[in-house]
């Protein structure tokens, strides 16, 4: 039977079938594809600059001179001149300062760190006048007169090894009527000024002579600058001393890193032991001589001076027979300015300057040898180099007495707290014994230049100074021998206040009346108005009173 309904109707089926969510495979590898170029492109173009970069340094490295690597870096090993292979930076200020173009010859790159001028030449030339250990007696006929180029570039190599110091106004001004201005070089590592002449004499040494090391044979402020900044720049030191040398000298050498060797008991025989050994093992011995080199270097403190105090009309220096400093650094100052007064001091013991100067060549005084007061300023005139720029350029040469001299330690111990040997106070001895009346009123440098004096010596200078300028006196008088009479006389020098160093009585030898007592009594004073009150008060009540004469 057949429903009536009709046959069964078929299922509607939807009017839109939906596409796939996703976009089709081959799109997304295309994607895929272009993004791995692009990384790869991307990673290629940034390893190529890297590669680029690295072959600029090596291009840089090799471009740079040896005057641009300075005596910065301490803790790396010495090349051929150079500190090391890292290149330390430059200060842009004090480039100015000694890179200014009258200075350098115009060719001053400070964006490179690279100097392109004839310095490097000049320092070629100067490199090759360095005394050989057997090449001494032709030193004379290699050495030159230094320029101020020579100068100039020996203050751009040092200027991280050594000081600048101070140039200061003292307070002894107003004392000598007149302005004056101390370059206090015993500020140094070493004390002494001698470190800049010995440090450009080292850096300039070539490498294969650096790893043999130098050998000098003193127990001066020369060999103590050489024990330190050899050790600095790891070059091996031996310093070669006499049996007589002070305790604290050898020590001193030592702790700055120096081979000290004891040898003979005089200084010659230490001279020819180090000369023994510097044949035998290839050190170069190196002594105190006017090289270009080292004069350059002592020539420094001309042009630090000259930088330092505006409108100089007179610098006074240390003078005798190493007179390096003062013709170095004479050198420097005419040429900046002519019109400045360069004077030097010598004693008037050893007159070996100006002895020399009169002879017209070095003179050998072998009298002033050796003087442990004087140091390197009784030396004899080391070289005609020197001689000869001295008499060139040196407007004055003046001879002080030793009193003046140890006055003038005083003077700088008191005003400007500082401890000098004589080599560093005779130029103030010149003003303090008014040889230089024309200066009254005028703008005048003087360098103190060494402060390494002995302790048994400074206390022996000092009191001398204090008896030479009437601020201790001795004076012996006769009382009796009973109670009160002591009393009375320290009475008396209370009331004059009178400071009492030291009191002696004596009653064994007396040849004056029985029961009697000598007194010797040392007292210090103000200065010499009060010297003269007090012995005018004694006098008074004691004439027998008999004064210690100095």
Not at 22 to 27: A, E
Not at 84 to 109: A, H, M
Request: glycine content about 6%; charged content about 25%.
């Amino acid at each position: 039977m057949v429903s009536p309904q009709g046959p069964p109707r078929a299922r509607p089926t939807d009017m839109a079938t939906p596409g796939p969510l996703l976009p089709p495979y081959g799109v997304v590898v295309g994607v895929l594809l272009r993004l791995v170029v692009y990384l790869v492109a991307v990673l290629y173009s940034y390893a190529e600059q890297l590669f680029l970069k690295k072959d600029d340094n090596k291009i840089k490295k090799q471009d740079t001179p040896a005057v641009c690597d300075l005596h910065c870096c301490k803790d790396v090993p010495v090349r051929n001149g150079l500190i090391g292979q890292k290149s330390p930076s430059i200060n842009p200020e004090r480039l100015k300062d000694f890179g200014e173009e009258d200075y350098l010859n115009g060719d001053v790159k400070t964006w490179e760190m690279k100097i392109v001028s004839r310095n490097e030449e000049l320092l070629r030339e100067a490199l090759s006048c360095i005394p050989q250990p057997s090449s001494r007696a032709s030193l004379a006929s290699c050495n030159k007169l230094i320029r101020f180029e020579d100068i100039s570039a020996a203050a751009f190599k040092i200027q991280c090894g050594v000081q600048k110091t101070p140039c200061m106004y003292s307070r002894l001004s107003k004392q000598y009527g007149m302005e004056i201005y101390l370059k206090k070089e015993f500020l140094q590592y070493t004390g002494s000024v001698k470190e800049r002449g010995v440090l450009y004499l080292l850096m300039s040494l070539p490498q294969e002579q650096q790893r043999k090391g130098v050998i000098v044979a003193s127990d001066s402020n020369f060999s103590m600058a050489v024990a330190h900044h050899a050790a600095e720049l790891r070059v091996p030191v031996f310093v070669v001393v006499p049996s007589s040398t002070a305790p604290a000298r050898v020590r001193t050498c030592r702790d700055y890193g120096a081979v000290v060797v004891s040898y003979g008991t005089t200084a010659k025989d230490a001279q020819l032991h180090a000369r023994r050994l510097a044949q035998e093992n290839g050190y170069l011995h190196l002594e105190e001589e006017d090289s270009a080199v080292y004069l350059s270097g002592l020539g420094t403190v001309g042009l630090e001076m000259y930088e330092q105090v505006p409108k100089l009309d007179a610098v006074i220096f240390p003078a005798g027979g190493h007179c390096g400093l003062l013709a170095g650094s004479a050198a420097a100052l005419k040429h900046l300015n002519p019109h400045i007064s360069v004077i030097g001091v010598e004693s008037e013991s050893f007159p070996v300057l100006q002895q020399s100067l009169k002879a017209g060549h070095p003179t050998d005084d072998q009298a002033c040898n050796n003087h442990h007061f004087y140091g390197d300023v009784s030396g004899v005139c080391f070289g005609s180099n020197s001689l000869q720029l001295t008499g060139k350029l040196v407007d004055k040469v003046v001879a002080v007495r030793e009193e003046d001299i140890l006055i003038s330690m005083l003077r700088l111990l008191e005003y400007e707290r500082a401890t000098v040997d004589a080599e560093g106070a005779i130029g103030l001895a010149a003003l303090v014994a008014g040889k230089l009346p024309e200066l009254k009123g005028k703008r005048v440098a003087v360098v103190i230049c060494s402060g390494n004096l002995e302790l048994h010596l400074l206390q022996q200078c000092i009191a001398r100074a204090l008896t030479l300028d009437d601020r201790v006196c001795r004076f012996s008088l006769v009382i009796s021998d009973c109670p009160g009479d002591m009393s009375k006389l320290l009475e008396i020098l209370a009331r004059e206040e009178a400071r009492v160093l030291d009191i002696k009585q004596e009653r064994t030898f007396v040849t004056s009346e029985l029961f009697t007592v000598e007194v010797i009594c040392t007292v210090e004073t103000r200065d010499k108005i009060h010297t003269a009150q007090l012995r005018n008060a004694l006098l008074e009540r004691y004439p027998t009173t008999a004064w210690t004469e100095r």
